[in-house]
């Protein structure tokens, strides 16, 4: 490759200097993002509820040698004073915020004869009203870091659990999922004046703790592919790259858009998706 394309490519979809803040991202697809984003140039802080893991994953991406660099601690997005306190944390580590990744999440599984009431105030309270609040909370931050060219970028994760009318027993993370979908496109136009584009991932089957229990096993893992259009399970560098391309110069003139990560799942008819594991 030439060097004029290398600098042309490293300009539209390097991330060097910005900084981003993963939430949930010591595991699975936040992990995957918080990776990409280091190696691609940018300074990322991880934050979850186990900080420890949070701190060591952080090492283990440093230890990649990218060009950024990743910083891990505690973070709960399910309560108020959670995510408030975790705004603090963040204020503490920088005055300014180009990249916000709602990634944390949770999920609840049971038959839909049993499934109790208490799965829905924890699922909405992480997956939508702690997304809600620490965007509002961050919002200054990243106001700050914006300008006309390049916008500051906030990706949630959703799910084509959202997408697609399909439960599989988690029916208030599905629902969750797409009011994660909607208030993308609520933020969207709210933030658009303020120089912030808002998107959102709606990835299929991805390896992540959340999903072990289908995806732990290779024969699990062909099972759950077979479903899937494209004959495969997403890997990592399919969501970094997405990352890469939505938080770049590539991707700042985009907003409001759910981005379907699922190997053709969302064009289905019938999707199982973890049913028949």
């Given amino acids: 490759m030439s060097e004029a394309s290398e600098r042309y490519l490293g300009s539209l979809f390097g991330v060097s200097g910005k900084v981003a803040l993963v939430t949930g991202g010591a595991t699975g697809i936040g992990r995957m993002i918080a990776t990409g984003l280091v190696l691609a140039g940018a300074r990322v802080l991880i934050a979850s509820r186990k900080g420890e893991d949070c701190v060591a994953v952080a090492a283990e991406i440093n230890e990649l040698g990218g060009e950024g660099t990743a ?6 997005v399910g309560t108020e004073e959670g995510v408030l306190a975790l705004a603090d ?8 915020l ?7 999440g949770v999920s609840w599984g049971a038959e839909y004869a049993r499934f109790p009431h208490a799965a829905w105030a924890k699922v909405m309270s992480v997956n939508v009203a702690g997304l809600f609040t620490l965007t509002r909370e961050l919002t200054p931050l990243m106001v700050d870091a914006a300008s006309d060219t390049d916008p500051a970028r906030i990706i949630n ?6 997408t697609q009318p399909l439960a599989d027993g988690a029916y208030s993370y599905a629902a969750s999922k797409a009011a994660v979908h ?8 709210e933030l658009a004046p303020r120089r912030i584009t808002v998107n959102a991932f709606a990835p299929g089957p ?24 494209l004959g495969r399970i997403g890997a990592p560098d399919d969501v970094a790259g997405a990352a890469l391309y939505l938080c770049s110069r590539a991707g700042s003139f985009i907003t409001g858009a759910i981005l379907p990560i699922d190997g053709g799942m969302s064009v289905q008819y019938d999707i199982r998706l973890f049913k028949d594991v």
């Fill in 182 to 189: 909607h208030m993308t496109r609520i933020l969207a136009g």
């Fill in 98 to 104: 180009h990249i916000l990744v709602n990634n944390a």
């Fill in 157 to 162: 994760l959703g799910s084509v659990m959202g």
């Fill in 206 to 229: 991805f390896q992540s703790r959340m999903t072990a229990f289908a995806t732990a096993r290779d024969e699990q893992v062909d099972k759950v592919a077979s479903g899937v259009p």
């Fill in 89 to 96: 944390a963040v204020r503490a580590r920088t005055d300014r």
């Fill in 71 to 76: 910083e891990g601690f505690a973070g709960d």
